[in-house]
């Protein structure tokens, strides 16, 4: 279980690196006013104003703390999971697991579940 836990926390960290950027983007976007010292024009024109007036590595700054701030989630969320699978596989309740199997659909009301409590 650990390596599980493991890999998906790295599948998180790759995909919020993959959509950090837009993010970051869209909150300049959001909270800008007619007194921002930038006005973006939309999504290419905050990307090259922020390249051209902070330099590459301000599309990437605050990284560290999103991820950080994201993996405890994710391990809650996939301890809950496992949790309340492997409890639904050993007791069988109302029938939802057969031969040690859940279906897909007992198993998206886990993750369900999963994300609701984490």
Not at 50 to 64: D, H, Q, T, V
Not at 81 to 96: H, V
């Amino acid at each position: 279980m650990n390596h599980c836990r493991r890999t998906q926390e790295s599948e998180v960290t790759i995909a919020m690196s993959a959509t950090y950027l837009m993010d970051l983007v869209r909150g300049r976007l959001t909270v800008q006013t007619d007194k921002s010292p930038s006005q973006y024009r939309g999504i290419a024109h905050a990307l090259a104003t922020m390249l051209c007036e902070e330099g590459p590595r301000a599309l990437y700054k605050g990284w560290l703390p999103s991820v950080i701030g994201v993996v405890p989630y994710v391990g809650l969320n996939f301890a809950v999971y496992e949790s309340l699978k492997d409890w639904l596989i050993k007791t069988k309740p109302y029938g939802l697991a057969e031969d040690a199997e859940l279906s897909g659909t007992t198993k998206l009301a886990c993750g369900a579940a999963a994300g609701t409590m984490g």
